[in-house]
T-cell receptor, first 114, second 112 residues
């Protein structure tokens, strides 16, 4: 079945550091790829999505590029802030009809120190 | 932004009892979802619901589970009877198009 792998379980950075969270997927066909962010006490929030090869999604300074060749959708941000501390989830939807059946990765906890 | 509410935030019940988890989705949304997250594990899709019907359910959606949205009110997940392995955080989500999903804060269910 489909799966999403996030390499980093936890990432600790200082403010203004560069962030990369690695996401690789395994799926037949051409899934849509997503990033969600979850703050303490809240549910996941949609960050952005991409649905075709080389498409870049971006929001709030975060970005990721769909790479079908390496089956990856790595999240990057040039300069993190303490307020970016949260759990980040990579996800895919492979239903082909955008019915919203998301397959999530395990999540990456990001801690940003001032 | 739009908010999805979940009631209650925490529920503790004895194994074998029935429980109903309530979700108040965003008002103009048409697609509804339940996900389950066991502590330390990834969030997993349970079921999606559109136009009064279940569209798709995962293998985690056991026969003891049911969903409904009577008269456009709460979108509910009922578990009857509950089992120990049902202990988890249950997230509800809603969506306009089936694309960007808005999640509630979750209901933590503890089955003793």
């Amino acid at each position: 079945g489909d799966s999403v792998t996030q390499t980093e379980g936890q990432v600790a950075l200082s403010e203004e550091d560069f962030l990369t969270i690695h996401c690789n997927y395994s799926a037949s066909g051409y899934p849509a790829l997503f990033w969600y962010v979850q703050y303490p006490g809240e549910g996941p929030q949609f960050l952005f999505r991409a649905s075709r090869d080389k498409e870049k999604g971006s929001s709030r300074g975060f970005e990721a590029t769909y790479d079908k060749g390496t089956t990856s959708f790595h999240l990057r941000k040039a300069s993190v802030q303490e307020s970016d501390s949260a759990v980040y989830y990579c996800a895919l939807d492979n239903t082909g009809a955008n019915t919203g059946k998301l397959t999530f990765g395990h999540g990456t906890i990001l801690r940003v120190h001032p | 932004g739009p908010k999805v509410l979940q009631i209650p935030s925490h529920q503790i019940i004895d194994m074998g009892q029935m429980v109903t988890l309530n979700c108040d989705p965003v008002s103009n949304h048409l697609y509804f979802y339940w996900y389950k997250q066991i502590l330390g594990q990834q969030m997993e899709f349970l079921v999606n619901f559109y136009n009064g019907k279940v569209m798709e359910k995962s293998k985690l959606f056991k026969d003891q589970f049911s969903v409904e949205r009577p008269d456009g009110s709460y979108f509910t997940l009922k578990i009857q009877p509950t089992a120990l392995e049902d202990s988890a955080v249950y997230f509800c989500a809603s969506s306009v198009t089936g694309d960007e999903q808005y999640f509630g804060p979750g209901t933590r269910l503890t089955v003793l």
